[in-house]
């Protein structure tokens, strides 16, 4: 008989907060071609991480990591253990955990399953929405190190969740007791992507971009359409948290200079936002599933200082899905569904 097992995946952390660690990172993960694809030319990418990118970065973000790391380690790999062991005691089927980027890896993942007779695996991306930098880089990933670890296992996929009723129902519910409280606007802020991006996932070249509101615009170029992906989370999760249309907005964060990224950036919407009278602010980062550096650091550190610099009195950062009981029912119900039915569907 055929023996399943299920495989979460997630981006990944530095070992530490040391600046070499760091480094290490940033060199795994800016290095990914579906990262950062420019320029075209191996070398001269090369070139961009390793010469100038990683050697003025490194320093910063050992900083950043040391603001947030805890006793256990990185916030991001400890609360996805968490959740492994939490989804793992809900259910007879091995739960292995991998991120993209660092420790736990991805081949020493497979080969722990292909050791135990796994020959039929369900990745679980913990990413709700499709981008060729996230979603499709740690799918690649799996595959790749399959084929050379574990060629006869049969591996599917669970397909971005992003418009989910179950998905969204946990997202709502586990915001619930901060949309509650008193506040003036709520922020959806998302991990932003390089404009170009969106048309180069257009395999149509016929959609993004050139259709008006294309975005709202029904079309299969949305399958690998990040920001109508996005836009879709919002508006279902406004619909159901019924959400006055003038007190909430989306921006983007993360992003790297010398290239236009996805807009509004959300640094430049609390400077926006205080100035037009909203004190109180809320901040949600649905493309993350779970807490990491650019929720706890970037938004709930950096992002509490910069709006109230600029004159907001109150912020508040609702805190991801992470491990929380309506995100393991959610990844339970995903993991039974396919137990029972097979093919997980899009």
């Known amino acids: 008989m055929s023996k399943k097992a299920v495989l979460l995946l997630n981006l990944g952390s530095p070992d530490s907060t040391s600046v070499p660690d760091v480094k290490r990172y940033l060199k795994e993960f800016l290095g ?9 030319n191996s070398l001269l990418r090369s070139i961009l991480v390793h010469g100038i990118i990683i050697p003025f970065r490194a320093k910063n ?15 991001l790999v400890v609360t996805s253990r968490h959740t492994q062991t939490k989804l793992q005691a809900r259910t007879d ?7 993209n980027y ?15 007779g796994v020959d039929h695996l369900l990745l679980f991306p913990q990413y ?41 129902t946990a997202l709502v519910a586990s915001a619930r007791p901060w949309l509650d409280r008193p506040h003036d606007h709520l922020l959806f802020s998302y ?26 615009t029904c079309s299969p170029a949305h399958a690998t359409c990040y920001k109508a992906q996005i836009t879709r989370t919002t508006q279902a999760f406004a619909r159901q948290a019924g959400l006055d249309p003038a007190r909430w907005s989306i921006a983007f964060q993360s992003r790297i200079a010398n290239e236009p990224w996805l807009k509004p950036y959300t640094d430049f ?31 709930r550190v ?6 109230q610099a600029a004159g907001g009195s109150s912020f508040e950062a609702i805190p991801c899905l992470n491990d929380q009981p309506v995100w393991i029912s959610f990844l339970e119900n995903r993991v039974r569904q396919w137990q029972s039915t097979g093919p997980v569907p899009a």
């Open 191 to 216: 991990h932003s992507i390089p404009a170009r991006h969106l048309t180069k996932a257009d395999s149509s070249h016929a959609h993004c971009s050139v259709v008006a509101d294309c975005c709202n």
């Open 102 to 116: 660092g420790s736990p890896s991805i081949p020493a993942a497979l080969s722990r399953l292909a050791a135990r």
């Open 128 to 168: 709700p929405h499709y981008a060729m930098s996230s979603w499709e880089t740690v799918v690649a990933k799996v595959h790749r190190e399959a084929a050379r670890l574990a060629p006869a296992m049969k591996i599917e996929c669970v397909q971005p969740y992003y418009q989910d009723a179950d998905y969204i």
């Open 61 to 75: 973000s050992a900083h950043a990591y040391s603001t947030i790391w805890t006793k256990e380690g990185s916030p």
């Open 93 to 99: 089927l091995p739960v292995e955990l991998a991120m």
């Open 32 to 40: 990914d071609e579906r990262v950062i694809d420019k320029p075209d």
């Open 302 to 307: 950096r992002g509490a200082e910069d709006f």
């Open 269 to 299: 919407e609390y400077k926006r936002l205080a100035a037009a009278g909203k004190k109180r602010l809320l901040v949600i980062t649905p493309a993350f599933v779970t807490d990491c550096l650019e929720t706890l650091e970037e938004i």
